[in-house]
């Protein structure tokens, strides 16, 4: 298939919520990502899940939708830390979320050498957790004290990357609040600048202490639960309220955060959109050609719809938002952030912005507009 026209459109897709429903297809969904691939339309997908590799996890799309997919038209909310693999790639790193080794695993092959999990603090001190009862179990299974490269009175943290949900947040709350309030990121510690009115901050997180990543904002996500869920964001709100009390209002916490909506992901899923859209040698897809406008199909407007309304492009690129109703957004209710466009759903969403971009099917394939949508009836 190709188009009658040499668009310089593109598009960025959410998945959960708009391609896919917890592990379920979404109607629609694969008709159009294979219309896209068929009419050589750059897109890319730009969620704030995550917690495996870029290939491990556009694989598992790939069979849910049965189709072929490039690991490098995906970007994770976690996807951005790898460029701070030259700062921390030789340091040492506490990461945070996930289960068992995955987040371990995930922080190796991105290139973090030296890896750090919470469940490896409490192997080298279990009363670092008051109340391990329910996760001990776990935590002895999979912590190795023998991760931190020296005592755990004298291991260095140099950042904090909070990779997914974390799943033990009394551990982990604890644990970040720890390092926060360090001396030189050192865990047992206490900074003497604490306190000290005369440093900014009051002097919290002003004596080495390491510095803290979050990557997704998301407050809630939709799963198969009837109503949306705890997401990242959740303990990150969690945190500040703990930071609050424990330096008495006196400090505000202090951290980085990415994931969408943040003008630091969208910046980086707009970098590669333009490789891919440029001639990635693995992008099977690609046309030859600069974008100048991408619609960005999301079903959450605290994250997909705010990120492409607000995103000014250091290339000009005109970033147009379309909210679809098959996810966090309901249908009939009034978004907290309004949409270029609604749709009912991602096919009938990608229809829409290609007849307005001036984009037809040329019909040498069995694929085509009316097909997608009408799959998603």
């Not at 630091?264 to 891919?276: I, K, P, Q």
């Not at 690129?317 to 270029?340: C, D, F, M, Q, R």
Request: with cysteine; net charge negative; hydrophobic share 35%.
């Amino acid at each position: 298939m190709s188009s009658t026209k040499d668009s310089t459109v593109a598009f960025a897709f959410d998945i959960d919520g708009v391609l896919v429903k917890g592990k379920k297809p979404i109607p629609g969904a694969r008709e159009t990502i294979q219309l896209l691939q068929g009419l050589r339309i750059p897109f890319i997908f730009l969620t704030n899940g995550g917690g495996h590799t870029e290939e491990a996890h556009v694989a598992k799309l790939g069979q849910r939708l049965d189709l072929t997919l490039g690991a490098k038209q995906f970007v994770q909310s976690h996807t951005p830390f790898l460029d701070l693999v030259p700062k921390y790639g030789e340091k040492t790193v506490l990461v945070l979320g996930g289960l068992g080794q995955q987040i371990r695993d995930l922080a190796h092959a991105y290139g973090f050498k030296n890896v750090v999990t919470s469940s490896d603090i409490m192997a080298a001190c279990e009363h670092v957790h008051p109340f391990p009862e329910m996760t001990r179990d776990h935590h002895s299974e999979h912590g190795r004290s023998s991760s931190l490269d020296t005592p755990l009175g004298s291991t260095q943290i140099a950042a904090i990357l909070v990779w997914t949900s974390p799943r033990d947040w009394c551990l982990d709350l604890q644990v970040a609040t720890d390092l926060l309030l360090s001396d030189a990121g050192v865990i047992g510690t206490r900074s003497p600048a604490n306190g000290d009115d005369a440093l900014p901050n009051s002097g919290f997180q002003r004596g080495g202490q390491p510095e803290l990543f979050f990557c997704n904002p998301d407050f809630e996500w939709s799963t198969e639960h009837e109503h949306p869920r705890f997401a990242q964001g959740a303990f990150r709100e969690a945190l500040k309220g703990v930071w609050r009390q424990a330096t008495g209002g006196r400090a505000e916490l202090e951290y980085n955060l990415l994931g969408k909506p943040t003008a630091a992901t969208y910046r980086y899923g707009e970098r590669v959109l333009r490789e891919y859209a440029a001639g990635a040698p693995d992008a099977p897809s690609q046309r030859a050609s600069a974008i100048d406008t991408v619609y960005m199909v999301g079903d959450n407007p605290e994250s997909d719809i705010v990120g492409a309304n607000s995103y000014q492009s250091p290339h000009g690129i005109a970033w147009k938002s379309i909210l679809v109703e098959t996810g966090v957004y309901k249908a009939n209710s009034v978004p907290s952030h309004k949409p270029y466009h609604t749709a009912p759903n991602v096919a009938a969403a990608v229809e829409w912005a290609l007849k307005r971009e001036g984009v037809t099917a040329v019909e040498d394939s069995g694929c085509s507009l009316q097909h997608a949508n009408g799959a998603a009836q």
